[in-house]
């Protein structure tokens, strides 16, 4: 994997705007995607997570999967699948819901609690670990070189 780069976002609206970034650099490539969100429990990954659906054209809010562990967006190139696997109790039961299905060309897949599904989720292709610093928050990116302007 390359390099990490790090950031320093200061608030919630300056976090979407990150996020829109990132979903533009995502957006770019064809081949299947598997982002896992590291950070605690508010910690920013659902509002990343709002930004990068925005960058492939998503515009109203953001449900939290908690409960649902998946929500899905369809755009016209390409599906996203939104996780949250904080509630899961085991890994096997994301094989029970057929989550191999989602692992396809032209899908991205948005991990928050990706620890929880260890052994059954594909390797990520990038990693964002996001914590808290102060007022605003630090984020480390891996495996996205490009990140848009
Ligand atoms: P998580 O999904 O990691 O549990 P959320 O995205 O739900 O976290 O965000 C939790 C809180 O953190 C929200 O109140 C949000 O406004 C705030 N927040 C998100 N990003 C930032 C940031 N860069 N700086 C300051 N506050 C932020
Ligand atoms: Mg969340």
Known sequence: MSSVQEFYIDNEADMVVFGERIG???????????????????????????????????????????????????FADRRLYHFDLYRLGDPEELEYMGIRDYFTEGSVCLMEWPERGQGVLPKPNVLIDIKVEGAGRKVLITGLDDIKA
């Open 24 to 74: 533009r650099s995502l957006r770019a490539q064809s081949a299947f995607q598997c982002v896992f969100l590291n950070g605690d429990l508010g910690a920013g990954k659902t509002t990343l997570s709002r930004g990068i659906l925005r960058a492939f054209g998503h515009q109203g809010a953001v449900k939290s999967p908690t409960y649902t562990l998946v929500e899905i967006y369809e």
